[in-house]
């Protein structure tokens, strides 16, 4: 035996070339036999393939049929498949593209225009909820929704705090921060990851104590897809009233919109840490006159009353009165926050498909200074000739404010009174469609230039954009990769890139938006030696 095993492996390293049998073999020779990889490994010859791929494309754009195909996906079932999945593909050189929900914004998780693989981890999706630890340990394919699920079923005053879309998967959310609505109590996603398990670079499976403190801070919001590939997060639940309390309201230009949003700047990001209000800015017509309608969706932390003192505080000019307010479990205010009637049953978490998909594009900006009444009608003038794209407003402050830029990559806590998320999403088909559509998010991008966060103009995550910059093809170098990085990360961007180069040395993790290392960029490393 000790004698055949170097043996299969310098033959396959040296002579084989990339068929589906040479690459199964591979797959089966290092994983465990127990759990044969061949029943999760799907070629395109394989009839699941197409309907495997399609499942967890989350925006047409990137679901023709121009757009690249993987070269086979592996649906681990067990970590092995994952580790197998990474050995061989460095041997046959192919590039690995993990998913786990799939909403990653330019479908960086399943396309490459180099040959490479999908690791598609939709079946790994247990969550553990240990109550009486106030944890849970929870599978990266799982959905942020099925974690929810899985906190209420146990209890009814322990919460987690991540993001509004029930669908959107744990590894890409988590792994690029996470934020929701109760962040401004509890910080992002990532300040409530306490280990978590990763496969790395070399196929190892390593713990938070295994991997060390380096690479743990590393993808808690720096992106797991430079580092590895994610396998479970332990969280810290967080706790959550019995009652909570919502509202809605919506108010054109008619109705002092603009006043509304202007004063709202002044209180979001500084009222009672218990209560997120997000503004949603759409242009709509009424009366056969185009106009904006500013929606103010609420969670608030505690009961109606105790909101009604908050708002006749500090937001009196809302006017929020009882009738408005509705009291509720925490579960049940994820599902009004996720735009389902009051009263829907908790069971739509489950459903990973509630929606059909449509083509959409996102930006992101910071605010850090109030936008003047002036400012806000011109922008409103202009999303209305535009008539498109919809801005989302998500107040910071609170918790955020106090964490440090450092602890976790992501950098934007301190300063910043809210976050922008452009939205432009359409059901046509066809090219110059998709053009138009493109053009006018662009465009809005430009006309906020002067209102929004600059040196660098900065960028979340996890609303990948690649209009900041991406890697160009092969070895990305730090002063490429630094264009883009800075706006996600800004001065962490630097320790991501200590990080990769120490654990992913050769590049291997690597894509459009992928930490470089300094390593396998070898100009780089005696450009930085110079004085
Ligand atoms: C409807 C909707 C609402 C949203 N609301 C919010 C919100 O409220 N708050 C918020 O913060 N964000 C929100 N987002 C953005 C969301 O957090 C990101 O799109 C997130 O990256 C999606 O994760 P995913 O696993 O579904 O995506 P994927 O496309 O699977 O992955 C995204 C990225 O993470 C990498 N990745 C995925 N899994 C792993 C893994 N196991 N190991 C290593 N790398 C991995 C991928 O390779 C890719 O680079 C929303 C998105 C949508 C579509
Ligand atoms: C709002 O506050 C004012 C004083 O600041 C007070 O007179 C009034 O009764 C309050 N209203 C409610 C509904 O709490
Ligand atoms: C990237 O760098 C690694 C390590 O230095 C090297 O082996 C690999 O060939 C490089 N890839 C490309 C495309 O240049």
């Not at 049929?65 to 070269?71: A, D, G, Q, S, V």
């Not at 209009?467 to 160009?472: L, M, S």
Request: aromatic share 12%.
């Amino acid at each position: 035996m000790s004698v055949i095993l170097p043996f299969v492996s310098i033959f396959l390293l040296h002579v084989l070339t990339a068929t589906s049998e040479t690459i199964l073999q591979c797959l089966s020779l290092h994983s465990d036999p127990s759990r044969p990889i061949s029943a999760v490994t799907y070629f395109p010859k394989n009839p699941s393939y197409p309907p495997i791929l399609e499942a967890y494309i989350r925006n047409l754009r990137f679901s023709s049929p121009t757009t690249p195909k993987p070269t086979f996906i592996v649906a681990p079932t067990h970590v092995s498949h994952i580790q197998a999945s990474i050995i061989c593909c460095k041997r046959f050189n192919l590039e690995i593209r993990t998913r786990s929900g799939g909403h990653d914004f330019e479908g960086l998780s399943y396309m490459s225009q180099t040959p490479f693989v999908i690791v598609d981890m939709f079946m790994l999706k247990s969550v553990e909820v240990d109550v009486e630890d106030q944890t849970a340990w929870v599978d990266s394919g799982s959905t942020i929704g099925e974690l929810y699920y899985a906190i209420a079923e146990k209890s009814r005053v322990l919460g987690f705090p991540a993001g509004v879309c029930h669908s959107v998967g744990v590894g890409g959310h988590f792994s690029g921060g996470g934020y929701g609505n109760m962040m401004r109590r509890f910080g992002l996603s990532v300040d409530n990851v306490l280990d978590a398990l990763i496969v790395d670079s070399e196929g190892r499976v390593l713990d938070r104590a295994t991997m060390g403190e380096d690479l743990f801070w590393a993808i808690r919001g720096g992106g797991g897809a430079s580092f590895g590939v994610i396998v479970s997060w332990k969280i810290r639940l967080v706790p959550v009233p019995e009652v909570v309390t919502v509202f809605r309201i919506e108010k054109t230009l008619e109705q002092d919109a603009s006043d509304l949003v202007f004063q709202w700047q002044y209180v979001a990001d500084k009222i009672h840490d218990g209560l997120f209000i997000r503004v949603v800015l759409s242009p709509v017509t009424r009366s056969d006159r185009k106009t904006i309608k500013a929606k103010f969706n609420a969670l608030f932390l505690g009961n109606s009353q105790e909101l009604l003192s908050v708002m006749n505080q500090s937001f009196p000019q809302l006017g929020l009165v009882a009738e408005q307010c509705i009291q509720m479990s925490w579960i049940q205010s994820v599902l009004f926050w996720d735009n389902y009637p009051v009263g829907t049953s908790v069971d739509v978490l489950l459903q990973r498909h509630a929606t059909k998909e449509k083509f959409l594009k996102k930006k992101s900006d910071y605010v850090q200074q109030p936008i003047s009444k002036a400012a806000l009608e011109g922008i409103w003038k202009m999303m209305m000739e535009l008539e498109k794209p919809v801005f989302t407003f998500n107040p910071y402050g609170g918790k955020m404010g106090e964490i440090s830029e450092f602890e976790t990559p992501f950098p934007h806590r301190f300063g910043n009174i809210f976050k922008i998320q452009y939205s432009v999403s359409w059901d046509e088909e066809g090219e110059d469609v998709a053009k138009q559509y493109l053009y006018q998010i662009r465009r809005l991008y430009d006309y906020m230039t002067p209102y929004v966060s600059y040196s660098p103009r900065s960028s979340y995550l996890n609303y990948r954009d690649v209009d900041i910059g991406v890697n160009g093809p092969g070895n990305a170098t730090y002063a490429q990769a630094s264009v883009w990085g800075r706006k996600y990360f800004k001065r962490n961007f630097d320790r991501l890139v200590q990080v990769k180069t120490k654990v992913d040395p050769s590049n291997f993790f690597r894509y459009e938006q992928s930490i470089p290392s300094l390593a396998s960029a070898h100009s780089i490393v005696s450009e930085k030696k110079k004085p």
